[in-house]
């Protein structure tokens, strides 16, 4: 913890005190200094600074002690290289809200996450080149826990073809759908405008939908891996 203040002097006494427990504090100047939690119960706790072992500030700053968190799954577990997936990271206990991130991988891949729920967060994944990354989620920025599942990277899907490009209202045509970076997951999908409909890989340049039910005109498709 990065303690800030005024009158910090280099003594073998100078401590951080938590609720009632002290910690050995490091000077980096006479208005900065370190100290490393100690242990003690979930809860909010008042920090003050001695450097004699008898006498402590008295500003009642306060320092939130939270539960160990751990995380239960993600979902989906896969999005395109450019990033922008929405991850769900399910679990908890998050407590702390305004201070939760995510990391795919490494620090340089850290971003912030939204709070959904005390046993949810939302994290936008960035980009990142195509690979398996660890999902690891910190409240603090400092402790982290990892994913029991990792966030697969993969290529970028794009549509190249559709055929046949028209069929009835009511839906029930088998479009081949034609591009390049399909993958044969179980979430692979076909979205018709605003319908989404399942869809069957076939390879990676090609896989199958059936048109849903219109209400007439031109629609754009788009085909997703998650």
Same mark, same amino acid.
């Given at each position: /913890?990065e /303690?800030?203040? +005024?009158g910090f002097?280099?003594s073998p006494? !100078?401590?951080?005190?938590f609720?009632?427990?002290?910690a050995a504090?490091v000077l980096?100047?006479?208005?900065h200094l370190?100290?490393?939690t ?6 909010i706790?008042g920090v ?8 402590f500030?008295?500003?009642? !700053?306060?320092?939130?002690?939270t539960?160990p ?7 989906p577990? #896969?999005?395109?290289e ?20 995510c ?6 891949y850290? *971003?912030?996450?939204?709070?959904? +729920?005390?046993?949810?967060v939302?994290?936008? #994944?960035?980009?990142? $080149?195509p690979? +398996?990354?660890e999902?690891?989620?910190?409240t603090n920025?400092?402790?982290f826990v990892m994913?029991?599942m990792?966030? @697969?990277y993969?290529?970028v899907s794009?549509?190249l #073809?559709?055929?046949p490009? #028209?069929?009835? !209202?009511?839906?029930g045509t088998?479009v081949e *759908?034609r591009?390049v ?13 605003e319908?989404?409909?399942?869809? /069957?890989?076939?390879? +990676?340049?090609?896989v ?6 219109s209400?007439?005109g $031109?629609?754009? *498709? @788009?085909?997703?891996n998650?």
């Open positions: /913890v /303690v800030y203040g +005024s002097v280099d006494l !100078l401590a951080c005190r609720g009632g427990m002290d504090a980096k100047s006479n208005t370190t100290c490393v100690p242990m003690t119960a979930a809860g706790q003050e600074v001695t450097t004699n072992g008898a006498d500030s008295t500003n009642s !700053l306060q320092f939130f002690f539960e968190i751990a995380i239960e799954a993600i979902s577990v #896969s999005g395109p450019r990033g922008g997936t929405m991850v769900t990271v399910t679990g908890g206990p998050f407590t702390a809200p305004e201070a939760i991130v990391e795919f991988g490494s620090a340089a850290r *971003v912030a996450a939204t709070w959904l +729920s005390e046993g949810a939302a994290c936008p #994944s960035p980009a990142h $080149e690979a +398996s990354t999902i690891r989620l910190s920025g400092q402790q994913s029991p990792t966030f @697969e993969q290529h794009v549509v #073809s559709v055929y490009s #028209s069929g009835a !209202l009511l839906g088998d *759908v591009g970076g399909f993958m044969p997951s179980p979430a692979l999908q076909c979205k018709f405008g319908t989404v409909v399942n869809a /069957v890989y076939v390879d +990676s340049a090609l199958r939908c059936r048109s849903p039910v209400a007439g $031109e629609t754009e *498709v @788009e085909v997703s998650n």
